[in-house]
């Protein structure tokens, strides 16, 4: 057995031979499925020339030791255990980097993916006549299994929406199990979002005109392990749907960040209310010219902004990088500074347009150039402290 130390995992490699196919399976905690999935695929590929790579994300179940035990039988078994990295659309893509087949077939662990339609699946990419063959479950011969009403209304829901925002020539755009050529994966290397929710929907969504075959299959109940659907994947839907059709333009963070900072608006406003209700005190303080008379509630309506801001950008717009338990501390104390230097960032650009007389000929009412020159400085301020927010207070790793 070799041993390779290939980036942010490990690397069982025993093939020599060129593969004709290479198998691409993602595992999180599938040890009971992967020995069953495996002993299945040796025997419908067994006319082909084809290696199977399992991409483990270091599974606390052992599955990377489970497959390994596997390679050891068989040699055309490579598994890659990723210490660092996390997520089912980055493994793919790990996997497919390390691949060696003329095509990349991607499928799950679980065993809701029929692998009896692998060698059809095959057959068409080798006819020439399409870049991606899909496993699909709305065409014929296809059908979801025991799907629940509701998990079924979401998916067909989010398929459609995903074919009117995009030019998807495919009925089942959500579908995990596909064949695509390995000339398709390096002309889309470096365009695909890695973190996309689905990687299938990523690689038709960013090459327009390729050519999409569908093979129809019944998608299967899990027997062993636990799905890996959570409350998020809606929000990662729309997420990697967004980035595939406006990404380009605006990125989908800093969308979400500008989003969550036109909230604090809002509760800035009411945290003044408050402070007014309250009775927090007003302070003359002699020393700050035209700041003066301090009023605590416009103080305490802008700290309870700038805490609801950080609360809301760390589970939502840098939730692959949130804080938790003592970090949200520490956390927040950088969000707290790089605020304030928002704050001056603002008052600076508005100061600088202000009172140099820009946009004097464009904008003769004064009161309409102070609103348009404030417009400007928040700009500034808001991109200020997203570039310093993502690389010092959500440090991206």
């Known amino acids: 057995m070799k041993r390779y130390k290939q980036g942010n995992f490990n690397l069982v490699y025993f093939m020599k031979e060129k593969p004709t196919v290479s198998v691409i399976i993602p595992t999180y905690n599938e040890k009971e499925n992967i020995p069953i999935l495996i002993k299945k695929l040796e025997t419908v590929l067994s006319k082909y020339t084809y290696e199977i790579l399992i991409v483990d994300d270091n599974s606390p179940d052992l599955t990377w030791e489970t497959a390994e035990k596997l390679a050891e039988k068989n040699p055309r078994i490579r598994v890659m255990r990723r210490i660092s990295e996390r997520g089912l659309s980055s493994a793919v893509v790990s996997g497919m980097s390390a691949a060696s087949g003329d095509y990349f077939a991607v499928m799950d ?35 979801y299994g025991e799907w629940s009403k509701i998990r079924l209304f979401m998916s ?57 075959k569908e093979t129809g ?62 009775g927090l005190p007003v302070i003359h303080t002699g020393m700050l010219g035209n700041l003066d008379p301090l009023y605590f509630s416009v103080l305490f309506g802008i700290e309870i902004s700038i805490l609801s801001n950080y609360i809301l950008n760390n589970f939502i717009t840098f939730y692959e990088y949130r804080h938790k338990g003592k970090s949200m501390i520490s956390g927040f104390f950088f969000f707290q500074l790089i605020s304030i230097v928002g704050l001056l960032v603002q008052t600076g650009v508005f100061l600088l347009f202000q009172n140099n007389g820009f946009f004097t000929d464009l904008i003769a009412d004064e009161a309409l150039r102070k609103i348009f020159n404030n417009l400007l400085g928040i700009i500034a301020a808001t991109a200020t402290n997203y570039f310093l927010n993502v690389n010092i207070t959500w440090k991206q790793r």
């Open 217 to 278: 299959f019944t998608f299967r109940t899990r027997q062993y392990g636990e799905t890996k659907l959570s409350g998020s994947v809606i929000r990662n839907f729309l997420i990697s749907l967004y980035d595939i059709r406006f990404g380009k333009f605006i990125s989908y963070q800093f969308l979400l960040y500008a989003l969550v900072g036109s909230t604090g608006v809002f509760v800035n406003l009411g945290g003044f209310f408050l402070g007014e209700m309250m």
């Open 156 to 212: 067909k829901a989010a398929t459609l929406l995903t074919r009117i925002m995009l030019p998807v020539p495919v009925n089942d755009p959500m579908s995990g199990y596909f064949i695509i050529t390995r000339k398709l994966f390096h002309q889309s290397a470096e365009k695909i979002n890695p973190r996309g929710f689905k990687i299938l929907m990523e690689f038709i969504g960013r090459n327009p005109g390729i050519k999409v």
């Open 109 to 143: 662990a679980d065993l809701q993916h029929d692998e009896a339609i692998l060698p059809s699946m095959i057959e068409e990419m080798r006819k020439g006549g399409c870049d991606i063959c899909v496993g699909s479950r709305t065409v014929s011969g296809g059908g």
